[in-house]
């Protein structure tokens, strides 16, 4: 059975940095791109960042490219997302997500999410 | 930075037709993609390459893309169909991917 737990969410200030953790289990995860999608609360899905299956391939929107980077370990099975010069509009809840192989440009397995939030 | 505009909400009645537009500018060479979210839930596929239907999904969900939008249609929508619809897509490269704003579909 896929699984994708998110940790490493929390209450941070401003201008800090925090390090979200995916820890995946129930497939061979070096097979998969993995993604970050996060979602303010009470408003939309908003994409943030890709790692495609090797590790060398990563996209990142607008909003956090130079500010967040994504990285994975193969031999953990997990996905880091290391977030630095937080902003207020960076509070989310953030969710790991698996790409489809099976029907490309699509996801098929959501994490359960991690609240970050940036507050002084 | 490239984007998709959707209605904030769209509202029908049981059994009529719901139908929720996307617009972007690459739709003319890119999928349009539509995810359904209800509360407290992991998004779910119901579109996929700009018409295709996912198995599972009821079929009432079709998609169409001409030019610049994208159209999600919900033909006799039920009460169960109430949630939060997103178009996405992907950026002229193929690389960055983008969720439209979303839409509040109500069915009352």
């Known amino acids: 059975q896929v699984h994708l737990v998110e940790s490493g969410g929390g209450v941070v200030q401003p201008g800090r940095s925090l390090r979200l953790s995916c820890v995946a289990s129930?497939?061979?995860?070096?097979?998969?791109?993995i993604h970050w999608v996060r979602q303010a609360p009470g408003k939309g899905l908003e994409w943030v960042a890709v790692?495609?299956?090797?590790?060398?391939?990563?996209y990142y929107a607008d909003s956090v490219k130079g500010r967040f980077t994504i990285s994975r370990d193969n031999s953990k099975n997990t996905v880091y997302l290391q977030m630095s010069s937080l902003r207020a509009e960076d509070t989310a809840v953030y969710y790991c997500?698996?790409?489809?192989?099976?029907?490309?440009?699509?996801?098929?397995?959501w994490g359960q999410g991690t609240l970050v939030t940036v507050s002084s | 930075s490239y984007e998709l505009t959707q209605p904030p909400s769209v509202s029908v009645s049981p059994g009529q037709t719901a139908r929720i537009t996307c617009s972007g500018e690459?739709?003319?060479?890119?999928?349009a993609y539509w995810y359904q979210q209800k509360s407290g839930q992991a998004p779910v596929l119901v579109i996929y390459e700009d018409s295709k239907r996912p198995s599972g999904i009821p079929e009432r969900f079709s998609g169409s893309s001409s030019g610049t939008m994208a159209t999600l249609t919900i033909s006799g929508a039920q009460v169960e169909d109430e949630g939060d619809y997103y178009c996405?897509?992907?950026?002229?490269?193929?690389?960055?991917?983008?969720f439209g704003g979303g839409t509040k579909l109500t069915v009352l």
């Open positions: 129930g497939f061979t995860f070096r097979s998969f791109g």
């Open positions: 690459t739709l003319p060479k890119k999928y």
């Open positions: 790692i495609w299956y090797d590790g060398i391939n990563k």
């Open positions: 996405y897509s992907t950026d002229s490269s193929g690389t960055l991917r983008v």
């Open positions: 997500v698996r790409d489809n192989l099976e029907v490309a440009g699509t996801y098929d397995y």
